[in-house]
Nanobody
């Protein structure tokens, strides 16, 4: 069983920055697709970004390209989501997700992920 724990959420004004962290508990030789999703009130969960831990390939939703950066630190099994130029529409609960897989092809599909963190709230005020 892999346990994921997010941290770094909070409240900032529009234009500000936040960095989310996702710590993965179990250290194995498997490679993972690590994704960040978000869910705003009344909306469906959507994929924001993903990274394949095997080679560092990254994926972004168009709504966050140029503003968000996903990265990893392998030796501590942590994935980060650096968020800048934040907008009120970025307000949501952000979730980290993981699946041991050979690539991140279907990274936007939440059903593809086996493990989920409990989520962290991000609130952006105008």
């Amino acid at each position: 069983q892999v346990r994921l724990v997010e941290s770094g959420g909070g409240s900032v004004q529009a234009g500000g920055s936040l960095t989310l962290s996702c710590a993965r508990s179990r250290i194995t030789s498997s490679r993972y697709c690590m994704g960040w999703f978000r869910q705003a009130p009344g909306k469906e969960r959507e994929g924001v970004a993903a990274i394949y831990t095997g080679d560092g390939t990254t994926y972004y939703d168009d709504s966050v390209k140029g503003r968000f950066t996903i990265s990893q630190v392998d030796d501590v099994n942590t994935v980060y989501l650096q968020m800048s130029s934040l907008k009120p529409e970025d307000t949501a609960v952000y979730y980290c997700a993981a699946v041991p897989i050979s690539s991140c092809g279907p990274w936007r599909l939440s059903a593809e992920y086996l493990y989920w963190g409990p989520g962290t709230q991000v609130t952006i005020s105008a």
